[in-house]
């Protein structure tokens, strides 16, 4: 397909679905400022009918977490895969189905890797964001991209909202930390015309990553420190936002992110040197426009143009060049159009996506593949009393072009989603839910067309969801203010897992689809507010998950029915925190149970569970017009030894202190 057939394509798609819009004569009612755009009110994850998690700005603040990814082990049911250090990498596993499993959006638009199907978390700041949100099925807004529709379940990152009328807000500081950290930071948003705003943050981080460590080298054990796990990176975004007269709201953001890393090496049989280098450069432009007419339809248009540059070198690896050093490009061009109607009781939605996603590279032999994808959804709602159904099809079609070699063959596949919620009462505090979900996975392009080890002969994952659940939620006038509680329970079956297997030998492997996993699980939430007097709240949060995921692919084999890796029986964490005046103090603990860093299920392959607690304390000051935020904390305070990933340690004990001014 050619870029101009693809630019038309788009192009009556959105002029599709705009028309449909009954015609509206022009508002004259007049702006109003006060209204705070972007959703300022906090979404309560625990009135909807599916199961969701939120971290809001408050929690966030008061975390040991400067990313996204550190940010998202605090959600039951979720594993985030953590190499170690500022710079290890960070994915995310939802319920064991894998990061792959796992849709990213970043202001409601999605954020994709064609490449590897999964995104580094690490390289998105918490210091942006005003809430993170973990949804299981899909988001459940109308209307909603087509796209969102398409993952298991869907990390939702939302940053920091405009907060019109203020002409001018700013914020500047400094976090400082343990093993050679330093991150400056600054933001601002000013009012540049009438309902206009500009938003511009930035963040720069340095670390030298050299945590002491333990190596063993089967006879003896000796302490070091970690060696190339270095990192040098930039995030930066702008934003502008208009509110239209009729109340429409168009939002554009521009966002960069550059980063320089050492990847350290796997710490077997006491080997520790690496020389790997992995640079990043990552760039997207993306627009929302959201218009909500008086009839009750509601329009959403969606697009995004994003580039990703990764530069891998291996100086120490044998070959005849003398090393490696891989250069990729991953380019991909979005639009989506979604268009909900409400009608009583009733909520319909038709959203339509499509993305181009092209990948080149210097290697040799190279496949240079090109994915045509797209999404087409309808859903419906229908809401009454007690009841809430939720419903929604999606058609994939997927298509592949390649210069050299085989092609994968073109996907079509329709997947449904059916939701139910029942309220024993109308103002009952209970509510009942229950979801099923199917999912279709196609390959990334390592899967299908790695030199050696791609396989263009892949069929795509196929998985089932199904879930049940409850959740309670009610507010009181005393001591103990609120209670929010839930608890699901979940089975998850994965068809057609694409697993990597030894090919000709030991050292040449490929892709195949050869895996099925049963999962298993319960995951259990609640969040408690309450206050010991009149200046002194308090606020705790709990979440727990037990859960088996167990490979089930050949009866025959050794390993049937043995854990998969890296899934724990049980999982969790607890936040408490104490307010009082201009003090906030704190503790955060997080828990692993013993889990397996490989397929077999053997005394060698099995990793200790562990346990961390973090303590922190923040005051902040008035300086005449400003405000002086001062936070300390200490990381791992039992200075606990564990790996999240086998032959990976993550750091110690350590501190970090920061100061932030602002005028808000």
Not at 230 to 237: A, P, V
Request: glycine share 8%; hydrophobic share 35%.
């Amino acid at each position: 397909m050619t870029y101009n057939r693809v630019y038309h394509t788009c192009l009556c798609l959105f002029m599709a679905i705009a028309v449909s819009c009954p015609a509206q004569e022009r508002d004259s009612t007049a702006i109003l400022d006060p209204v705070q755009v972007s959703g300022a009110g906090k979404r309560n994850s625990f009135t909807g009918s599916i199961p969701s998690q939120t971290l809001d700005r408050r929690t966030l603040n008061q975390l040991n977490a400067t990313s996204a990814g550190d940010a998202a082990k605090y959600f039951s049911g979720v594993l985030v895969r953590d190499y170690g250090g500022a710079g290890g990498l960070k994915t995310i596993s939802v319920r064991s189905l894998g990061a792959t499993h796992t849709g990213l959006l970043y202001d409601g638009i999605p954020v994709s890797d064609v490449q590897t199907g999964q995104t580094d978390l690490g390289r998105f700041s918490t210091g942006f964001l005003r809430s993170l949100d973990i949804f299981q099925a899909n988001t459940q807004l109308q209307p909603a991209p087509a796209r969102s529709f398409a993952s298991a379940a869907v990390l939702s990152m939302t940053t920091k909202t405009f907060t019109p009328p203020v002409n001018h807000e700013w914020f500047a500081g400094l976090r400082q930390g343990s093993f050679g950290f330093w991150q400056p930071f600054a933001g601002t948003t000013l009012r540049i015309g009438n309902n206009l705003h500009l938003q511009v943050n930035t963040e720069l981080t340095r670390s030298d990553g050299r945590y002491p460590v333990n190596i063993d080298n089967g006879v003896l054990t000796r302490k070091s420190k970690r060696i190339n796990t270095d990192l040098d990176s930039w995030q930066s975004e702008a934003s502008i936002l208009k509110l239209f007269k009729d109340s429409s709201t168009l939002q554009v953001k521009v966002f960069n992110y550059l980063s320089d890393r050492g990847l350290p090496a796997g710490l077997t049989l006491g080997n520790e040197q690496s020389k790997q280098r992995l640079f990043n450069s990552d760039q997207f432009v993306q627009a929302r426009y959201l218009k909500n007419y008086t009839n009750g339809y509601s329009l959403l248009l969606s697009g995004k143009a994003s580039q990703n540059y990764t530069r891998y070198t291996d100086p120490l690896f044998q070959n005849n060049a003398g090393g490696l050093d891989n250069r990729y490009r991953q380019s991909e061009y979005y639009l989506s159009a979604a268009i909900s109607k409400i009608i009583r009781n009733v909520r319909l939605s038709y959203a339509s996506d499509i993305a181009i996603t092209d990948l080149n590279a210097n290697t040799s032999n190279f496949a240079y593949p090109t994915r045509t994808s797209l999404w087409n959804n309808f859903a419906g709602s229908y809401a009454k009393k007690r009841w809430q159904i939720d419903g929604s099809l999606l058609l994939t079609t997927i298509t592949d072009r390649t210069r050299t070699g085989i092609v994968s063959r073109d996907r079509n596949k329709l997947t449904p989603t059916l939701s139910a919620s029942y309220r024993p009462g109308i103002n009952s505090p209970f509510l009942i839910r229950a979801f099923y979900k199917e999912v279709f996975r196609m390959p990334g392009f390592n899967d299908l067309y790695y030199i050696l080890v791609g396989n263009s002969n892949l069929r795509p994952e196929q998985a089932r969801q199904y879930n049940a659940g409850f959740a309670f939620n009610r507010s009181y006038d005393h001591n103990i203010r609120s209670i929010r509680l839930s608890a699901d329970a979940y089975l998850n079956r994965i068809d057609d897992k694409i697993v990597a297997v030894p090919a000709q030998n030991l050292f040449v492997w490929t892709m195949l689809n050869l895996g099925k996993v049963d999962i298993k699980g319960i995951d259990l939430t609640g969040e408690l507010e309450g206050r010991f007097s009149q200046t002194i709240n308090w606020f705790a949060r709990v979440a727990y998950t037990w859960q088996q995921a167990k490979n089930i692919t050949d009866k025959a084999a050794g390993n049937y029915r043995d854990r998969i890796p890296y899934t724990p029986d049980h999982s969790g964490s607890g936040i408490f925190s104490i307010a009082w005046k201009q003090w906030n103090t704190g503790i955060s603990a997080l828990f692993s149970g013993n889990r397996y860093g490989l397929g077999d299920n053997s005394a060698f392959t099995q990793l200790r569970g562990w346990g961390t607690q973090d303590l922190f304390i923040s005051r902040f000051f008035l300086i005449k017009k400003a405000r002086a935020l001062i936070r300390g904390e200490l990381n791992n305070i039992g200075d606990q030894r564990y790996e999240v990933v086998r032959a990976y340690p993550m750091p110690g004990r350590a501190y970090r202190i920061s100061i932030t001014f602002s005028n808000q």
